[in-house]
């Protein structure tokens, strides 16, 4: 399972950061995404951290003010938050996927105001 903490209320400009902590898998063999959920909008992915080749891809929205992370070790995985707009207002979820399996955490609410 994927259980997820952080987010919160923030101001514009603020900044906060998502943990996202596997468990019951080998984490290090799994892709790594990072999705929201805007009110009203349908989910969008944000971040694909590969397996693969060790690379991180941010959609242009993100990129440059928020950082995905990974610790193998601590089976996790972390979403900075910086510069925050009130549009990353959302439902932010992590995601694991090897082969055909996916795993989802149960989403952390981020509330974005100025």
């Known amino acids: 399972q994927l259980v997820q903490s952080g987010g919160g209320a923030a101001e514009t400009g603020g900044s906060l950061r998502l943990s996202c902590v596997g468990s019951?898998?080998?984490?290090?063999?799994?892709?790594v995404y990072w999705h929201r959920q805007r009110p009203g909008k349908l989910r969008e992915l944000l971040v694909f951290m590969s397996v693969a080749d060790g690379t991180t891809n941010y959609v242009n929205t993100i990129k440059g003010r928020f950082t995905a992370t990974r610790d193998n070790a601590e089976s996790s995985s972390y979403l900075q938050m910086n510069d925050l707009k009130s549009e990353d207002t959302a439902t932010y979820f992590c995601e694991v996927r090897r082969y055909q399996e996916t795993i989802w955490g149960q989403g952390t609410q981020v509330t974005v105001s100025s």
């Open positions: 019951g898998f080998t984490f290090s063999d799994y892709a």
